[in-house]
């Protein structure tokens, strides 16, 4: 009848597959992943004391629609401060820009959007944008029709009018970016071992991430859409789905260009996967071997979707005007000019990158002209890139973590700091920079989260502090200073950074000196700053005084975080 200790040892053997021991009569011999979950370093933060009732699993859908609710609240709450130009006629500021691109796209042919009234908010945004603007146009046309009316809506502030496109703007961010944050929390939490309750917790931080809410919901504008989907492409490489990913990514770009500066990262961890990992050839390994498992088929498939996805957003500018070579050809090159507008310069306004800061030193707009400055940024920002790039690469091609048959998560944390490494790079050296592009950089920052550290998670609170504080002279201007203070204050009082307790505490890592003096002497800087901003009118002679202090404070912190997260994906093993 067999041995009478087999049960017991088929039992045992259970335990242990379930416990991630390794079987030996494991098919192919690799390593089950534990399933012990990581401890929380979440479980002192207020925000889980507001979720812990709902720690139970049938319960935990009601704390994801309570996450949401509450998401929604936040951002009507900060809709109900001014907005971008409210009341500065006759140009006024980004909402009449949205709104008068909605005006424009209901009302002319498609193949005159890019050359209406170039003077006036002309359409400079990617197609997706302008698409997003004919649909919530023609929805608020049948609410108000002379909410959009041709020319003489021009400068309207109506109170139903505001709140119709304060809507717009959450409800935009409802259907594509909290969905993609869940989407994202759900794939990459199974990854790092985190529990479901860890995982609601995380989605609460990264979606009540304070400076996308003041853009999107107090200055106004739509970057949810963008982040969303790039999330959404960053999510589908984590799944393996290469050819989904790279559709939402070039949606993403198509709505707004700002996302090309997640483009070389992606571009070189794609073109990674394209080889085999040296540890994952079965036979006679070498470098060779490696360059010549290069898989071709993948690399067409890839190109195709690229180029087929970028034809079907065009198409619409190609069947719907006069069928003439040159008039096509007319409307996609102003497509372009209008999106890639190189003659305003390297910066608007003063903004917290290398070329504002320096600036104060070497006057780039006297010494050069603007074909110099635009080359001269691109060479810089291409120069520093190569490194994180060429460095993710290597690991993906000779490092045993990152083969097939590892169970580590090092590839997916090398997503996570390549992105964040390279959109700062971008951010710091790249042409054509203003203030709210700090929103690129800050999502995939802000993402490292979920790695679950109690020495990153204060970092990246720090940088997500120190990035709204970058948008205080814009904010200012527009006076969304009562939203400005409270979501700051909401915010890092929900995740525990006003804790007496040093051990329930995210202000400062734990275990660096280094950090606990960086980033305290930071909070410091920044309220010495708004202090004397508040009390005292800059000098005469320096009228921008008090914002070059707080762009150069901010450049400092953000260079200071990039190279931290180089150097984390340099370690990363």
């Given amino acids: ?50 979720f812990k009732n709902f720690e139970r699993a049938p319960d935990q859908w009601e704390a994801r629609y309570i996450l949401i609710l509450t998401a929604i609240i936040l951002r009507a709450a900060v809709g109900l401060a001014p ?13 009449e820009a949205q709104r008068h691109w909605m005006e424009l796209t209901i009302h002319l042919p498609i193949d005159k959007w890019y050359f209406y ?6 359409l400079d945004y990617p197609p997706l ?25 021009r400068g309207l502030e109506s109170v139903d009018l505001k709140t119709y496109m304060r809507y717009t703007s959450i409800l935009s961010e409802l ?48 970057n949810s859409v963008m982040l969303g989907s790039f999330l959404f492409s960053l999510t589908d490489i984590i799944k393996g789905n290469y050819i989904f990913s790279a559709i939402w990514f070039i949606c993403s770009v198509n709505f707004k260009q700002m996302a090309l500066y997640y483009a070389p990262f992606i571009f070189a961890y794609l073109f990674s996967l394209l080889f085999k990992n040296y540890y994952d050839i079965k036979s006679g390994r070498s470098v060779w071997k490696v360059l010549w498992s290069f898989d071709i088929k993948k690399l067409f498939l890839l190109g195709i979707t690229v180029i087929i996805t970028n034809l079907i957003i065009l198409l619409p500018f190609v069947i719907f005007g006069p069928y003439s070579i040159k ?11 209008r999106v890639f507008p190189f003659e305003r310069g390297l910066f608007e306004d003063k903004v917290a990158n290398f070329w504002c800061t320096t600036n104060i030193v070497v006057k780039y707009k006297e010494k050069f002209t603007v074909e110099q400055v635009a080359r001269l940024s691109l060479v810089t920002t291409l120069a520093t890139l190569i490194v994180p790039c060429s460095l993710v690469m290597y690991k993906m091609l000779f490092k045993r973590s990152f083969s097939t048959q590892s169970i580590s998560s090092a590839k997916e944390k090398a997503l996570l700091y390549g992105f964040t ?16 592009t700090v929103l690129v950089p800050l999502l995939p920052s802000t993402l490292l989260v979920i790695l679950n550290d109690s020495e990153v998670t204060p970092i990246v609170q720090w940088i997500n502090n120190v990035a709204t504080f970058s948008l205080w002279p814009l904010l200012k201007k527009e006076s969304i200073i009562l939203q400005y203070v409270a979501t700051l204050f909401l915010i890092n009082w929900l995740v525990g950074n006003f804790s007496v307790k040093s051990t329930t505490n995210f202000l400062v890592p734990k275990r660096s000196l280094f950090w606990k003096v960086i980033i305290i002497s930071t909070y410091i800087a920044m309220l010495l700053i708004h202090f004397v901003d508040a009390c005292y009118a800059p000098p005469s002679k320096y009228p921008d005084l008090w914002v070059l202090l707080n762009t150069t404070l901010s450049f400092g912190c953000f260079s200071l975080f990039c190279a931290w997260s180089m150097y984390k994906l340099y370690v990363l093993t």
């Fill in 175 to 222: 259907i594509v970016f909290i969905p993609a944050v869940i989407d994202f929390v759900n794939i990459m939490g199974k990854k790092v071992n985190l529990s479901r309750m860890d995982q609601i917790l995380v989605s609460a931080i990264i979606i009540t991430q304070p400076s996308l809410i003041l853009i999107d919901h107090g200055h106004f504008q739509y």
């Fill in 1 to 50: 009848m067999g041995n009478p200790g087999s049960k017991k040892n088929v039992s045992k053997n259970s335990r242990q597959h379930k416990q991630g021991k390794v079987s030996s009569g494991s098919k192919r011999g690799r390593p089950v992943p534990s399933s012990t979950k990581k401890e929380s370093v979440y479980k002192s933060t207020v925000l889980y004391g507001i």
């Fill in 421 to 436: 490494v390279t959109s700062w790079l971008f951010y710091l050296f790249s042409f054509l920079v203003h203030e709210k």
């Fill in 327 to 337: 008039h096509i050809s007319n409307v996609l090159l102003q497509i372009l000019k």
């Fill in 117 to 122: 009234d170039l003077q006036y908010w002309g």
């Fill in 83 to 95: 907005y971008s130009g409210m009341g500065e006629k006759p140009i006024n500021g980004d909402f």
């Fill in 129 to 153: 944008t302008a698409f997003h603007s004919y649909l919530l146009g023609k929805l608020g046309s049948l609410i108000r029709s002379d909410w959009f009316a041709f020319v003489s809506s």
